[in-house]
């Protein structure tokens, strides 16, 4: 387990699938323990999930998975989408992945649904009043725009590039020509870029009140908006996936990376829109 909020509970909805088939598959964290980037483990502060994780030292980490373990890489799955149902011969298992694909918990998706239930006694006050006025307007949108560690060298080739301005712009006319009422929620780390790069209706709200561990916010009142215009990210992801509105529209790139095509990322209904400029 490592990465922001969205990935952690990627691999959770994982081990919630996986739980039905092993009693006593268990969700590693030694590796958490060295990942400063974003706010931690956000599952049992943000959902209150129980405690049945495990962290060891990284080096007896290694030494144990080595001796003990046979290691399924995700990356070296070719794509498949069963990546514990196969038969090994190998008694104790390692899977180590993202798998961040709705059809990997494809057998849960009610429980995974449940288990991300957001507590709005957590929010602060204004987070709970904007999800009260969001449930109350019918032609909320929630646009995500991820700017802040994808500007990075590191990250900006292959990710934080993906997601051009051209993009932005289509998916707003895509989503005023599907619901010309629509009323635009931004949320991003880069609200300064926004405001001066993409041209938003004079009623558009600019949601800047989730920082630092209140982050976790902007994903819940997501969740509250009819319809959602998604990034390149998970966070914006499992806030459009969690959005259980009837009748949504869900916009997205069809690039997840400069590699990858979105489709393997994204459910089937969601409309994808080109990044090129």
């Known amino acids: 387990m490592t990465g922001g909020l969205g990935n952690q509970m990627f691999i959770y909805a994982l081990y919630i699938s996986m739980r039905r088939h092993f009693s006593d598959v268990r969700i590693d964290l030694s590796d958490m323990v060295h990942y400063h980037v974003h706010h931690g483990y956000e599952m049992h502060r943000v959902f209150g999930l129980p405690q049945t994780e495990f962290v060891m030292n990284q080096k007896l980490k290694k030494v144990v998975e080595f001796l003990f373990f046979k290691t399924i890489l995700e990356r070296k799955q070719g794509g498949r989408l069963e990546p514990y149902f196969g038969k090994h011969s190998w008694p104790l298992i390692y899977y180590k992945g993202f798998y961040q694909n709705e059809r ?54 292959n990710s934080g590039s993906v997601c051009s301005l051209s993009y932005y712009r289509r998916a707003v006319e895509e989503m005023k020509r599907r619901d010309p009422k629509a ?59 969690l959005n259980t509105h009837e009748g949504k529209i869900v916009i997205c790139p069809d690039h997840w990376s400069v590699t990858e095509r979105a489709s393997r990322f994204v459910p089937e209904s969601w409309i994808q829109i080109t990044t090129k400029e």
């Open 104 to 157: 990997y918990f494809a057998d849960c998706k009610d429980e995974v649904r449940r288990a991300f239930t957001f507590d709005l006694k957590q929010a602060n006050e204004q987070s709970r009043l904007m999800a009260q006025a969001i449930e109350q307007d019918a032609h909320a949108v929630s646009l995500h725009v991820r700017r802040g560690d994808y500007l990075l060298p590191k990250h900006w080739a």
């Open 183 to 241: 009323h635009f929620y931004v949320f991003s780390d880069g609200m300064d870029w926004v405001r001066e790069n993409i041209d938003l209706p004079a009623d558009t709200l600019f949601v800047t009140h989730n920082q630092g561990t209140d982050s976790w916010q902007d994903m819940m009142l997501m969740t509250h908006c009819r319809h959602n215009i998604v990034c390149n990210s998970t966070f914006s992801w499992w806030g459009a996936w």
